[in-house]
Structure formats: structure tokens, C-alpha cells
């Protein structure tokens, strides 16, 4: 009994290698015919489907620049270098972000990076006169609009920054960029100050502001925000923002749809996931 155990486990084992030798029997002489094999190894069961996903999103990187994922200029949430603490704290709170640049006259004139954690020493001394922004800054890391995300991530790991101020050819701030934003675009979504709860598809985060996940059921949308979108062809509303864009969007891009401002806060080369919807 146990030699014929010992069989069919071989049998088994034999199969798996057999399949692997045959996904790979040729040399891949190009990028597209190792992600066809790749893809051919996925509908075998030799790779699931998400390390598929990672592995594409790796290669993607390598392709893609810092213009394309950062946070553009006008959505950048900035501390004034001359700011009393009870000045930019309710900001601070508000946008829950980790990181902030710190600004002298002009968005153009960075001085430096300020961490929220750097101001926990204002929970045992709320006297905001005992604290000078300056001492807490740390210094900012400047990267051009063209550089390819596969070398800022590498910069990224070995300078332990997670965050970096995009400038323009010009010389001014474009924007700025996160460790996070380019390892979103590897392994997916990674839960942020924007992520909604897994048990709600709509978070409310102003007063005619919402963040919501693009798979959220069109009827709910249509319940929540008064609209009359069609589930005749679509089942989410990011199939509905989808066809008003006639193309797969890239992360701030937007438009309008009855009466809706729709911005896209989190999507790949594959699908929308995040948006920004805002009430007129």
C-alpha cells in the first residue's frame, strides 16, 4: 500500500515539474512572450492569479515615470514654515497624512519635510509658543517628472525616504510622489488615509466630498447620491465612469456626469479603483 502511495505521489510531483518544463520550453525572447507564458502559466494553475498581477505590476514600473502617478501641485497639502502649531494642526488632522512639506513664501520654496510624529510632543505641551517648525524639519528629497519608477523605488530603500517632491523642468514643484504610491502600482491597493472601510463602498470626508471605491453596486450609488446612472450594462460605478472617460483612466484624471465630479484617486493599467466624487 505504501509503494503504491509512494507511486502516485511521484505521479503527482512528476506531473507539476512536467507542466512547469513545458510552460517554459522556450527561451522568452521578449517582454511580450514572457508575459504570454507567464499568462499560460496562470490558466494552468502554475501561477495563481494575484503573483500574476504582481509580476505584471513589477515589469510595469520599470515603463512608467514619477509624472505619471504623482500627486499633482494643486492637491499637495502643505504646512507654511511660518505657522503657529495652532494654525496647521486642524489641517494636519483633517488630511491624516504621515508627511507634509513645509513651505516658505511660495509651493516652489520647500524647506524641508515635516512628520506628523514629530508633533506628539504637543499632546504633554499644548503650548504651541514651545514649538519652532524649523527644529522639526527634516530635509526634503527633489526628484525630476521623468524618472522611472523602478529607480526612485530603489532610491527610496536605500535612502529610507517614503516620500519625495516631483519638480518640473523648469525647476518648480510639479507635485509630490510616495514609496506608497509606487508599490500600489506592483501589488494593488494598500489601505491610506483615502481607503474606505471594507464594509462601505462610500466614505463621506467633506461636507460635499465623498471617496468611493469603484466597485460600488450602481443602485447603491444611485440610493446614496440621487442620481439615475443604468445598471442596464454596467454593475459598478466604476464601469459608469469607465465609458464617460471612452478610455481607462490615469490616477487625477476627471469629468462630470449628472451633475457629479468624478475624480480618479487609485487606478492601474488594468481598472479604476478609487474615486473622488464631489456634490456641485
Known amino acids: 500500500m505504501s509503494d503504491e502511495r509512494s507511486s502516485n505521489n511521484q505521479t503527482v510531483h512528476r506531473s507539476w515539474l512536467e507542466k512547469i518544463v513545458q510552460t517554459f ?29 504582481i509580476i505584471e505590476g513589477a515589469l510595469q514600473v520599470s515603463d512608467m515615470q514619477v509624472r505619471e502617478i504623482m500627486i499633482p ?11 503657529q502649531a495652532k494654525e496647521f494642526l ?14 516658505g513664501d511660495s509651493m516652489d520654496d520647500i ?8 508633533l506628539l510632543p ?9 514649538l519652532n517648525i524649523k527644529d522639526l ?7 525630476p517628472e521623468s524618472k522611472r519608477l523602478n529607480v526612485l523605488l530603489k532610491e527610496f530603500r536605500a535612502t529610507h525616504n517614503h516620500m519625495a517632491v516631483v519638480i518640473d523642468e523648469y ?16 501589488v ?31 443602485d447603491e450609488f444611485n440610493e446614496h447620491f440621487g442620481s439615475s446612472f443604468s445598471d442596464r450594462e454596467f454593475d459598478t460605478v466604476g464601469g459608469i465612469v469607465m465609458q464617460g472617460f471612452g478610455h481607462l483612466p490615469k490616477r487625477n484624471e476627471e469629468l462630470t456626469l449628472q451633475g457629479l465630479r468624478f475624480s480618479v484617486l487609485n487606478a492601474d493599467n488594468r481598472r479604476i479603483r478609487l474615486l473622488r466624487v464631489a456634490v456641485s
Not at 137 to 143: C, E, I
Not at 199 to 206: C, N
Request: charged share 25%; glycine share 4%; proline share 5%.
Open 25 to 53: 520550453s522556450s527561451d522568452p525572447k521578449n517582454r511580450s512572450e514572457l508575459l504570454e507564458q507567464l499568462r499560460e502559466a496562470e490558466t494552468n494553475q502554475i501561477v495563481d492569479a494575484e503573483a500574476l498581477s
Open 73 to 83: 501641485r494643486s492637491q499637495m497639502v502643505c504646512v507654511k514654515a511660518d505657522q
Open 90 to 103: 486642524p489641517q494636519i488632522i483633517e488630511s491624516a497624512h504621515s508627511r507634509f512639506p513645509v513651505i
Open 111 to 118: 524647506s524641508g519635510v515635516l512628520l506628523a510624529k514629530d
Open 122 to 130: 504637543l499632546i504633554l505641551h499644548p503650548d504651541s509658543n514651545r
Open 137 to 143: 524639519l527634516r530635509p526634503a528629497t527633489f526628484v
Open 171 to 186: 525647476g518648480g514643484v510639479a507635485g509630490l510622489v510616495t514609496i506608497e504610491d509606487v508599490l500600489e502600482q506592483i
Open 188 to 218: 494593488g491597493d494598500i489601505e491610506d488615509e483615502h481607503d474606505v472601510d471594507d464594509e462601505s463602498f462610500i466614505k463621506q470626508v467633506g461636507s460635499n466630498d465623498y471617496i468611493v471605491k469603484a466597485l460600488t453596486p450602481i
